[in-house]
């Protein structure tokens, strides 16, 4: 059986029903459930409030029998029920504060599959979130059962819904953006759970981007690949927030690697952004607790506050271009001063560590981003009314299609303003052509069997793996192929 353990290290076997010990300091008799703090692997069962399938514009439906409220105990199916609710409303509840009126792409309701059969894998493809199961050593492993999981999913959901224009962009850096938005609505999502920070403080003694139980997403998923793929995720968890990897043009990246090392896979090179969110963070509670050695469980929750409007508006304002994370990267500081000048430094020091912004841009951005606003109004010049790509042609015969041109979006969105990134300390990146970055972004994608050939190559032709989940498709669209995506996954699929 699977060890719990309790934040004070106490280890017990399953709860029984209406029983758990309660972490969360509010001890409830009626109407709650039992929950995950954040993920199965030593999992800290926690109680909730009842959490509302369907509430405002971000409403879930779950198909199948309801399951009654109630205090269920690990490892029954009522029990993954009710936490996977608790874990999608709280994290919808975070984003829905940030972004009134914010709907899901498909509608007011976004239809949750809590298990699709057997994979370690879990997605998100503008029709439903799905969550799949599938053995390891310590037993059924279950998605559809990780808070982190449950909200890094739900965090593709929401950017889909901010920025949807993103969602065919043929770009890697655009791709790795979506992941690293998972994980960190996964991170902000958690740190909306009392419990999460008084143990995440204690954890780091006050330092967030310290290695923790925060920055460590989806341990138990991570520990079942790694017992059939043991580099292909990190030591203790599936990703670690907590890292030290630093920008570069993933043109220039190999398209796949252990996880030890930065490659253009969306996932791997996610983690830049991420472990630069989780720098800039830790940043904002030191600022928020005037560096105190011991900040509050209250600074924390309102640097979770401020983070997830920082984030929104950087998101908001960015231009969808190759470089697309040195433009979420400058919205965000320049979001930030406007927010609290206490701010600005935490998160210029975080971007341009990584090298996501040059010293130039971090030291000008709002300048630049005023002037560009006084050029083009008020809008920005950037928000989703722009066309966010321009259609190129490249030549099937690469990928083995024959004669035939298939069409790819590619990110060419107007800049706002000149964010740079950085990759050596003398001089920014140059940043390529929005046609290299979508050429990139495509072979990459054939190279790792992920697009859907509909049968445009003969079965004999093809180089694709057997078993590789497909996240884009080949559409027939006037004598040429249009390049589609059918779904952002989870990384899970190793095959
Ligand atoms: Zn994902």
Known sequence: MRRQTNLHGATGSALSPRAPESLNALVMHDGGVNAWLDDPENGTPIQRPAPALADGNLSYQIPGKPVPLGFYSTGTANFRYWTA???????????????????????????V????????????????????????????????????????????????ALKPELWNVGSQEVAAFHESFGDMSAILSALQL?????AVIAETDGHLNRSSRLSRLAEQLGQAIRESYPDAVEPDCLRNASNRFMYQSPVL????????????????FSRVFTG?????????????SGNRSAPTDDDLLQASEHMGDILVAGVHSASVVANFYSQVAGGMVQAAGQLNPAFLRPLKAAFVKRGILSLHSATSVETLANAARSMVGDGGGSESDAR?????????????????????????????????SVVSEFAPAP????????????????????????????????IDPLASLKTH???KAEGALRLERILCDCGLHHD
């Not at 990246?253 to 969306?266: F, I, Q, R």
């Not at 259609?391 to 964010?419: C, H, M, N, T």
């Not at 972004?441 to 093809?462: K, M």
């Open 85 to 111: 609710v608790e874990a999608l409303r709280r994290g919808a509840d975070f984003w829905q504060a940030r972004i009134p009126g914010l709907m899901w792409h498909m509608g007011p309701k976004l239809t």
């Open 113 to 160: 599959v809590l298990d699709d059969g057997v994979d370690l894998n879990a997605y998100y493809d503008r029709t439903a979130l799905k969550f799949f199961h599938g053995s390891s050593a310590e037993g059924v492993v279950y998605s559809g059962e990780s808070p982190d999981i449950l909200c890094h999913e739900m965090g593709h959901a929401i950017l889909d």
């Open 194 to 198: 009392p419990v999460m920070r008084a």
């Open 253 to 268: 990246l190999p398209s796949s690697g252990p996880a030890s090392l930065l490659t253009s896979e969306p996932h791997s």
């Open 276 to 288: 630069a969110f989780l720098d800039a963070i830790a940043g904002m509670l030191l600022a928020l």
């Open 388 to 420: 966010a790509s321009t259609d190129i042609a490249i030549d099937g015969k690469l990928y083995g299609l024959g004669d035939v041109a298939v069409i790819v979006e590619a990110p060419s969105q107007p800049r706002r303003f000149a964010a740079s």
């Open 431 to 462: 940043v390529p052509s929005s046609e290299s970055a979508a050429r990139g972004f495509v072979e990459q994608l054939f190279r790792q069997g992920r697009v859907d050939l509909g049968g445009a190559v003969d079965e004999v032709d093809r």
């Open 473 to 475: 498709r080949l559409v």
